[in-house]
């Protein structure tokens, strides 16, 4: 598997090549991306080496050429990747410099597609593979700390701190602690606070790991891991918690890159890995710190700017908990159950907060001590209101569920859960009795429990139970549940897009590559469905988001630059179009008003 680095200055470019190729079906894996030259050589001094850029030629700060340049002079660089480059010009200037520079080939952005990418790819991966066997046959075998992959290093984490792991290692008599202190390690990036210690220690298990190896030992999988670094003197463990929506492969490996690149920056040796899916664990030694409010300093230095960045550049927000302090290696896995459970708290309190064991810890022991006879009372007064014609009986029961809604956060998520999920089966039943269907509700998936869980906040399980109750109660007295509308796959896509995107150079030709069909059947799908044609819907966005901005006093080319119109003139013409008044008097008019608010 060969790594890639998207470096493009468009987001929805780099999003269109993450969603038009089959990268692993091709043998590569997007490892990162960048936003313009400056940023991809940076990252390319500090990331696992790269294979391939898919690097575009005009970007602000450096552009492409001058990456490439740069590249090619610069020293200390992990990796000198094969290049291929992207740009909306065909002049054969720009051609010609890009291969004197080394580029291996060249694709116009108007001619992306699947099959001339693909074949643009398979030429690397055959050029790769050439220079690789060229490597391979000039150098050394590889030394036992090499051998391990991330991808092995983290399945030996996650089965160790896993709830299980300490029954099935006392099981067989190994020492699941020592096996994860070996385990325990920087990341390929990170640089040892120590490199003394660090050299030493790596000889040290690199010569027990060898002699394991060559002992037969069977449990060599944790013997041949302890060379990984074995630091075991100021071990914290954090836990990074992400919206069930954002856990798409693009954002995972950009939280990937963003944490790992983070932490090598600040030289804290670390592991990082999925332990599973949404839940990243992080678990990190200071072993040249020796005050608790300096480790706390610079762990939340790193995972603050960490949490900035995967909202502004992810646009998602994540929960997360950070552990106590532990002295040896032995507690790595109560240290994540604790980070776990505190990042757990975005079920209550909502994404984009950090959780201290030292500020939340006494959190987690109010667990357990709710009075379950309140909740229980409401679910019956629920039952009983929805057999009531008069939906004022519904309405004021769940009044009351909000009454309580600040008591819940004495029950744990599984008890949530389940209450919601028996109440919809209490109710759903009645239903049945009346001989109509769950499936027929709006956003009630195929049973109550998929109701229920796929929100990650009480308060958004909240409000599905309670617009699947107002259904319900109007099904049971002769009326339909009220249909939300439903989109097929290709609009939604596509409008999804526009709502994410709309600030950026987006079109319908490649918004309905995205989607997987043709132009002109989205042009008629998305009309026919959204009720209104792809332009006016994007306009009607941008206008939005502009009358926002303009409220606030922004300046009108500002204004017009941020939601995707690089001619100020055009949309001040546009602007007056839509609404009736210039941007200019709109702002007069309104900026006052917020003023005063």
Known sequence: MYNVMIVDDEPLV??????????????????????????ALAKLRKTEPIDLLLLDINMPRMNGIRLLQAIKAADGLPSRPAAVVLSAYSEYAYVREAFLLGAL????????DETHIGSVLNKVKDHLASARNRQAAAEPAPSAATIMDRREREERLRSLLAPEAQTRASATGDPPAGALAGLFSSSDDAAPASATSAEAGKERLSTEAVAGSEAGDADGACGSAQFLLPWTVNVKAA?????????????????????SSLFAAAEIPHELCEVEPGWWAVLASFPEDRSASAIHAKLAAVLSTAQTRLRQYMNASVSIGISRTAQDGGQWRALFGEAKSL????????????????????R???????????????????????????????????EEVAKHRAAMAAWTREELRQWMTDLLWESSSLLYKRGLRWEALQGGGRHPEEAVHRHDTL????????????????????????????????VAMAKRILDEHFREDVNQALVSRMAGVSESYLSKQFAKEVGCNFVPYLTNLRIGEAK??????????????RVGYLNPEHFSRLFKKVT??????????????????
Do not use: N
């Not at 999003?15 to 190729?21: E, P, S, T, V």
């Not at 080939?105 to 992306?112: E, R």
């Not at 069930?244 to 990937?256: I, K, S, T």
């Open 580 to 597: 009736g008044v210039s941007p200019s008097a709109y702002r007069d008019e309104h900026c006052v008003s917020f003023q005063q608010t």
């Open 364 to 398: 987690l022991t109010e667990f357990g001590q709710a009075d379950r006879s309140a909740l229980a009372r409401l679910r019956g007064m629920i039952a009983a209101a929805l057999e009531k014609p008069d939906d004022a009986e519904l309405r004021s029961a769940w």
């Open 239 to 259: 836990v990074i918690q992400l919206p069930g929506e954002a856990c798409d492969d693009e954002r995972l490996g950009f939280l990937r890159q963003t944490v």
């Open 548 to 561: 926002r901005l303009l409220v606030q006093g922004v300046k009108i080319a500002d204004a017009s630059e």
């Open 105 to 112: 080939d060249y694709i116009v952005k108007a001619d992306m």
């Open 459 to 490: 308060d958004g399980a909240l409000q599905a139970v309670r617009e699947l109750l107002l259904q319900i109660r109007g099904m049971l007295h002769g009326g339909q549940p009220e249909m939300g509308r439903r989109y097929s796959p290709p």
């Open 14 to 39: 780099r999003l269109a090549l993450h969603r038009m190729i089959d990268w692993e079906g091709l043998g590569f894996r997007i490892a990162d991306e960048a936003s313009d030259g400056e940023e």
């Open 343 to 362: 990042a757990a708290l975005s079920y209550f309190h909502g994404f984009g907060s950090m959780y201290y064991y030292e500020t939340h810890g006494s």
